[in-house]
């Protein structure tokens, strides 16, 4: 059986400071969950806010790393690498590193389902921001004190974040382990 570690929860929706200047490298959320088949899901969500419709944000001087941890001891034991890139025909698509059980990188276009072998998949993409949050009541509960949070104001409703989301085998992915921390980080390339 493998458990998901209650971790450290943490997700940046446009309100840390700067975080408009480099969007391609805002992290929204991660999201992983095992599914039915024996396989691990992680989904990276970033540049968020945008307009429904909007072209995805890709950039390829950003490097994604989705980081598992399956022996609880909070040091990363796999590390997946994903990054954009153009090819000769000026069309993005992605390429991912270190998927476990893949046969080697994963790779193919954006906007399209691309298979690594044994079941192991990578997709980016935009996606409906799956985020649920009163944005203008957190703002009025910082202003007043008082709670102003609305449960029917959505205000991540009808936007759009670039996804990338990466399908991998449960068992390569838990090492022969019962609990798994998984976190993400981005990093600008040439960047200190």
Same mark, same amino acid.
């Given at each position: 059986m493998? +458990?998901?570690? %209650?971790?450290?929860?943490?997700? %940046?929706?446009?309100?840390?400071?700067?975080?408009?200047a480099d969007?391609?490298?805002?992290?929204?959320?991660?999201?992983?969950?095992?599914?039915?088949?024996?396989?691990?899901?992680?989904?990276?969500? +970033?540049?968020?806010?945008?307009?429904?419709?909007?072209?995805a944000?890709?950039?390829?001087?950003?490097?994604?790393?989705?980081?598992?941890?399956?022996?609880?001891?909070?040091?990363?034991?796999?590390?997946?690498?994903?990054?954009?890139?153009?090819?000769?025909?000026?069309?993005?698509?992605?390429?991912?590193?270190?998927?476990?059980?893949?046969?080697?990188?994963?790779?193919?276009?954006? %906007?399209?389902?691309?298979?690594?072998?044994?079941?192991?998949?990578?997709?980016?993409?935009?996606?409906?921001?799956?985020? +649920?949050?009163?944005?203008?009541?957190?703002?009025?509960?910082?202003?007043?004190? %008082?709670?102003?949070?609305?449960p029917?104001?959505?205000?991540?409703?009808?936007?759009?974040?670039?996804?990338?989301v990466?399908?991998?085998?449960?068992?390569?992915?838990?090492g022969?382990?019962?609990?798994?921390?998984?976190?993400?980080?981005?990093?600008?390339?040439?960047?200190?």
């Open positions: 493998l +458990f998901m570690n %209650d971790g450290v929860y943490a997700a %940046d929706h446009a309100d840390a400071p700067g975080s408009g969007p391609a490298a805002d992290i929204g959320d991660l999201y992983a969950w095992r599914t039915d088949s024996d396989t691990l899901v992680a989904v990276v969500t +970033f540049a968020g806010l945008a307009e429904a419709g909007a072209p944000t890709y950039d390829a001087e950003v490097l994604y790393g989705i980081h598992i941890d399956n022996t609880g001891n909070g040091v990363a034991n796999i590390d997946i690498w994903c990054r954009f890139g153009l090819n000769m025909a000026m069309e993005w698509g992605i390429q991912c590193l270190n998927v476990p059980g893949a046969d080697g990188p994963v790779d193919g276009p954006v %906007d399209t389902t691309n298979e690594g072998g044994n079941g192991t998949m990578v997709y980016a993409g935009p996606r409906e921001n799956p985020f +649920f949050f009163d944005f203008e009541g957190f703002d009025g509960t910082l202003m007043s004190g %008082d709670l102003m949070f609305d029917m104001n959505d205000t991540f409703a009808g936007t759009n974040v670039t996804a990338i990466v399908e991998m085998d449960a068992a390569a992915a838990a022969g382990g019962t609990t798994l921390e998984v976190w993400t980080s981005t990093g600008r390339l040439g960047a200190p």
